[in-house]
């Protein structure tokens, strides 16, 4: 299979691609904004094999709704996606990004995010869908500076 992977900020158009890849992976999407202001997405021609997203709050983060279609995993689409996501936070003024995750705690491990208490999460966050309940009460709360 030949690819040519780009990495683009998502716009409106994109939002039944990404849901559909989110669906797949059994990632919530009930709470997504339509306009899709903070997603970057992996494409293949036109096709989304590759999503990541942003809810700011103020100077703090949440990174949500990381996937890469299985025909395309391994390819190093999500840790690029991580990458141009930390980008994306450096220019928005974010200085502290969360996430929670269920699976992937070593694989954000290996990109400088550590494992952090739940209580420890600041207000915003625990407000979230996401911390209140469409993520288990399980899910790994992670955490990284951004610099």
């Known amino acids: 299979m030949s690819t040519t992977i ?67 995993q391994q390819q ?16 928005e003024g974010i200085e502290v990004l969360y996430l929670l995750t269920e699976t992937a705690k070593s694989f954000f491990e290996k990109r400088g995010f550590s494992a952090a208490d739940r209580s420890t999460a600041p207000e915003p966050i625990k407000n979230t869908r996401e911390f209140t309940e469409l993520c288990a009460s399980t899910a790994v709360l992670m955490r990284r500076e951004i610099v």
């Open 6 to 72: 780009q990495f683009k900020r998502a716009i409106a158009a994109d939002y039944p691609a990404l849901t559909t890849l989110l669906s797949t992976h059994k990632l919530p999407i009930a709470d997504i904004n339509k306009e899709l202001p903070h997603f970057i997405l992996a494409k293949n021609e036109n096709q989304v094999v590759g999503s990541i997203g942003l809810d700011k709050y103020g100077t703090i983060g949440l990174l949500r709704s990381l996937s890469t279609d299985s025909l395309f």
């Open 76 to 91: 190093g689409i999500a840790s690029k996606l991580v990458e141009e996501l930390i980008s994306l936070c450096k220019s």
